[in-house]
């Protein structure tokens, strides 16, 4: 099998890899770019743990092909911190509690992330709909939501 | 004298039962942390194994030339790559590759190592096993019979009497209790039996199983990855492999989940059998149908429960009959199941038979208090109806009978100081518990118990020269508690939070640890962490005697500080921590505490859950409307956490009650193993779960700590079943209560009233 170049933007980064057709964009985001903070956790869209952003769209990267990266921008965990200056939702989950085992959390964030730029003031059941793509086994979701929606005021000012 | 200390008794505790921020939560909130299939090392090779597609078939010849001619694969394992191993270890080697046989559907045969993915899905392809399929049993009862398949032709029952003579599936008899239930029943006005079953369910840890080996020719070995116990690991593959356990040195990684799944091994022998072979570093990662298929779920369940009571809601006898199914070898947790059955009960006349079972099923794994849901729900359910049938409110009804200090529990010792009357009083006046219903919507209470663990344990405590301090515990921080530990040695010390850290130390860094199971790590490696405290205090104060010219026995400690004691001492300004540090290369060198235990007085607890449910009429759907779990902690280290234990507890057993299940096929295969059929709840599926934590000191903790991880998955089989039987005004005896499964019950009843 020969490699296809691939170029892309990753957390604003420009960046070039080659991969196999048939490598997901998670293969290629873990195992070539050794950016390991997305999860596999099913590998079959049902866990929302490889959660990442492709051109503003919330994707799970197990279901995308690394060579549909190309010319694409991709926002990982690895880029949602400024610098040092967590995002609130970063700050929120921590303050809540809301991860336990923490190999959700990343899906989680992004997913939340992707949530509050579309709709910057959910209700709780709105919360709940869009975040029933991500499982979380440890945390019964109570700290999840309460996070989402703390960082969500906190962000529109309130 | 009572090991409890008179802060953790007036309430004098200052950072114990605060919410500081885990020290671990930015590196995963960023995705910096490291879990099990994070790891690389150079040269590293992909491991992928063979499974069988057979539920049950004798394994007659393996070809592996054509794989291992493929180019690009560097080793092809099957059993004979692993000799002898103790007896005690036989078991364990047949589960991770079938000697012989296959013996259920997705047992693995063979392993591969190759450069990449893609060569090692080829070389899969390339093995040839020829198999001679057998007849095949999934379901407990039917592997009960005296005709079903054999899944081992030469196993008998152990405790029974007579003694076996013919083998069968059931490889064990175990009996609890006390009094006579024969005369106990004689002596009831009401009688309920019931027989109840439950379906297998997975542990569903987000993460798989994933690990990283090396073994180099010299029998030198390395292994880093996900689990709850890395010297459970150490030991075992040592034992697999016929090596010395000083060998092999074992990291635990970051874990994303266990729930008791990740406390045993499934590729860690592999992954070093391959590495040993190919001579290059070897990663296996399971995939997530590998996880459901080849790696523990719970047992499936049949249970019959029988309780007779006075027309006053007095028990007079209790007894049950459980058959627990634990996959293709012996040791479901049906032991577990008979002794937690009655617990919640002060009985004179108790009995618990458990049966442990065969199938051809993956061998079961723990999971949250093991055994306990399934013959709680029945007994919980009859209890439920028990109290409707002479119309007493089913909390006062529990509390009638519920054990208190110094009663005899139903599986054998006394009770010590435990909190079961004053969590059912909480529920009680919980505003949950009287808020009112809607239409088609029933509220179910019920109550759990777990024993909880303590076990072999250890701990470091250095003193760094600026006087900060570093834990090292040998238990995997699954929850939260390197924030726990951190309290714990900062209460010790005296000293602000931010100044501890705690770490996971390595095989080879301290002592053997018990795995991370039975809720035991804020209990014992709390209980370890204090005493390697305190011991690094002692030895603080013999170094400010030192400096000072005093006595030790003139020094005291407080608040970071080594102060003189009393009047006599002398008159000394206060050395910090810090300036004790600095000193130490003048006072005898580095300054460290340490503490080697195996650790007893883990309290039981006991929980009450709350759980209200509507029924869709037409679909048979049940959503939960509300959810309350109030708990005995003991004393809540750190309660975010605590309640988070509760909260995730809780939702899986909602899973287990309404959703989650093994379903096979007539063929012996698992039709549902994937997140998208075996269908775990959402954040939608979900109210939020409130959490009362109560607060019963355990003695045997200086702090008063339980454990508090399993007991939540224990009451929610029943309070969901209490809470659906009463919305549908039938009494439902199986789980899940899926959709389908209500509506029949549902349809059927009302065939028959028609
Ligand atoms: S790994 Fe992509 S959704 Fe689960
Ligand atoms: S915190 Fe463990 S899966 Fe969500």
């Known amino acids: 099998m020969s490699g296809i170049h691939v170029t892309t933007t990753i957390n604003g980064d420009e960046a070039e890899f080659i991969c196999q057709p048939d490598e997901t964009l998670l293969d290629v985001l873990r195992d070539r770019m050794g950016m390991t903070g997305s999860k596999e956790g099913c590998g079959s869209g049902d866990c929302g743990a490889c959660s990442v952003m492709v051109n503003d769209r919330l994707v799970c990267s197990c279901l995308v092909l690394g060579a549909e990266a190309e010319g694409a921008r991709v926002d990982t965990i690895e880029g949602m911190a400024d610098g040092e200056t967590l995002h609130p939702l970063q700050r929120k989950f921590l303050e809540h509690a809301a991860l336990q085992c923490g190999v959700c959390t990343p899906g989680f964030l992004v997913a939340a992330k992707a949530l509050l730029e579309k709709n910057p003031d959910p209700s709780e059941i709105e919360v709940r709909y869009w975040l029933a793509g991500n499982l979380c086994r440890c945390t019964g979701y109570d700290k999840i939501i309460r996070a989402v929606m703390d960082a969500a005021a906190e962000m529109r000012g309130a | 004298m009572s ?137 407990v009862e039917e592997a009960a019979q005296p ?171 209790a007894d049950a009959e459980l058959f627990y199914q634990g996959g293709a070898f012996p040791g479901s947790p049906v032991e577990f199941g008979a002794m937690a059955a009655f617990a919640c009960y002060a009985l004179e006349n108790v009995r618990a038979v458990g049966w442990d079972v065969l199938a051809n099923r993956p061998k079961q794994a723990a999971y949250r208090a093991p055994g306990a849901p399934m013959i709680v729900f029945a007994v919980e359910s009859v209890i439920d109806e028990l109290a409707r049938r002479i ?44 808020a009112p219903l809607g239409p088609n919507q029933g509220r179910g209470i019920a109550a759990g118990f777990w024993f909880n663990f303590g076990g072999m344990t250890c701990s470091n405590i250095n003193i760094g020269n600026d006087g900060t301090v570093t834990i090292a515990v040998g238990t995997p921080d699954i929850g939260g508690s390197r924030a726990s530990m951190c309290l714990m040695a900062a209460e ?94 003048r006072t005898g060198g580095p300054i460290a505490g340490h503490h080697e235990v195996n650790v007893d007085g883990a309290g039981v607890s006991f929980g009450v859950h709350i759980a209200d449910v509507e029924i869709d009429p037409q679909t048979g759907r049940s959503t939960v409307t509300r959810y309350t779990v109030l708990q005995d902690a003991g004393k809540a280290i750190h309660p975010a956490y605590v309640e988070g234990q509760y909260q995730g507890g809780a939702v899986q057993g909602i899973g287990w009650a309404l959703n989650e299940e093994y379903i096979y096929g007539e063929d012996g295969r698992l039709q549902n193993a994937g997140f998208l059929d075996y269908r775990m709840p959402v954040a939608s599926d979900l109210p ?41 005004g039938l009494r439902v005896t199986e789980t899940p209560m899926s959709p389908p499964r209500l509506l029949a019950m549902m349809s059927s009843y009302r065939e028959a009233a028609e």
């Open chain 2, 3 to 139: 090991r409890l200390t008179e802060k953790a008794r007036d309430g004098a505790l200052k950072q114990v039962g605060t919410r500081p921020l885990r020290p671990d939560g930015i590196d995963k909130v960023t995705g910096r942390a490291r879990f099990g299939a994070d790891a690389v090392a150079p040269g590293m090779l992909v491991g992928k194994i063979l499974r069988s597609p057979h539920a049950h078939a004798r394994i007659k010849a393996i070809d592996t030339t054509k794989a291992e001619a493929l180019s690009g694969v560097k080793a092809v394992i099957t059993a004979d790559d692993f000799g002898d191993v103790d007896e005690s270890l036989t078991d364990t080697l047949h589960n991770i590759m079938a000697h012989g046989k296959a013996l259920y559907e997705g047992h693995a045969v063979a392993a591969v190592a190759a450069v990449n993915m893609s060569v090692a899905r080829q070389a899969l392809k390339l093995i040839e096993v020829d198999y001679d399929v057998l007849p095949h049993v999934t379901d």
């Open chain 2, 147 to 317: 005709d079903a398949p054999l899944i081992r032709e030469d196993l008998l029952t152990v405790g029974v009497n007579p003694p076996a003579t013919k083998p069968s599936n059931i490889s064990a008899r175990h009996e609890f209790g006390h009094g006579d239930v024969g005369k106990g029943f004689a002596e009831a006005d009401i009688i309920v039996e019931r027989t109840f079953r439950t379906e297998a369910t997975h542990q569903g840890y987000i993460e798989p199983h994933s690990w990283l080996g090396s073994m180099g020719p010299d029998g030198q070995a390395e292994l880093w990855g996900c689990t709850q116990g890395h010297y459970m690991v150490r030991d075992t593959c040592a034992g697999l492999l016929g090596i010395d356990v000083s060998k092999l040195r074992v990291t635990a990684s970051e874990i994303g989940g266990g729930f008791g799944g990740k406390t045993t091994v499934f590729v860690e022998p592999v992954v070093l059998a391959l590495s040993r072979k190919a001579n290059r570093p070897v990663k296996i990662t399971m995939s997530r149908e590998e996880v459901f298929k080849a790696t523990g779920p719970t047992s499936s369940s049949a249970n019959r429960v029988k309780i007779g009571i006075t027309k006053d809601g007095r028990i007079t006898a």
């Open chain 2, 391 to 434: 119309d007493m409110d089913p909390v006062d009804f529990r509390l009638k009978n519920a054990p208190k200090e110094g009663d005899r529990s139903s599986y054998g010792p006394k009770f010590g100081p435990i909190g079961l009357i004053q969590t059912l009083e909480a529920a009680k006046a919980h505003p949950h518990y009287s």
């Open chain 2, 492 to 585: 010790e010390f005296g000293i602000p939070y931010d100044r501890v850290k705690a770490i996971v130390a390595d095989t080879s860094a301290l002592g053997f640890n018990d795995v991370t199971d039975g809720s035991r790590v804020t209990f014992s490696s709390g209980y370890a962490t204090i005493q390697s405290a305190r011991a690094a205090i002692g030895e603080m104060c013999k170094r400010a005697a030192q400096i000072w010219g005093i006595p030790e026995e003139a020094v005291d400690w407080s608040d970071g500080h080594a102060r003189p004691s009393g009047p006599n001492a002398g008159d000394f300004e206060p050395l910090s921590m810090a300036e004790i540090a600095a000193s130490a290369a």
């Open chain 2, 688 to 728: 939020m779960i409130d959490t009362q934590i109560i607060e019963i000191p355990n003695e045997g903790h200086p702090y008063g700590v339980r454990g508090v991880g399993e007991t939540p998955i224990v009451p929610p089989l029943g309070a969901i079943g209490n809470a659906v039987s009463q919305a549908i």
